[in-house]
């Protein structure tokens, strides 16, 4: 504690310095509040299901059977993007 400084001045500060904490406390509260409704929020369906074409060529490709899928297994078993299939030329 300082000295010359008044009992009334030091409940003061002592005041305010638990306002300061207080404040900070509840912003966290806050803070974990909201990051908790958005981490929600990715819980619901997909905006595009699998079956719908995702681009506008997809309908094309299907009609004149060019139809790449989406995924592939790989040697491991693994279900990757297939991005060989879906970005070469068509014929």
């Known amino acids: 504690m300082r ?9 003061h500060i ?11 406390v509840r ?3 806050i ?9 929600l929020n990715g819980c619901v ?12 060529y997809d309908r094309y490709d299907a009609v004149r059977n060019q139809h790449s899928p989406q995924y592939v297994e790989d040697e491991f078993g693994r279900r990757v993007p297939n991005l ?7 014929k």
């Open 31 to 39: 803070g974990v509040a909201v990051i908790g409704l958005f981490s």
């Open 3 to 11: 000295r010359g400084v008044g009992e009334k001045a030091q409940n």
């Open 84 to 90: 060989r299939g879906r970005l070469t030329p068509k």
């Open 27 to 29: 912003c966290s509260v």
């Open 14 to 24: 002592r005041g305010r310095t638990h306002l300061r904490f207080a404040r900070g």
């Open 45 to 56: 369906k997909p905006l595009f299901p699998n079956q719908a074409p995702r681009t506008q």
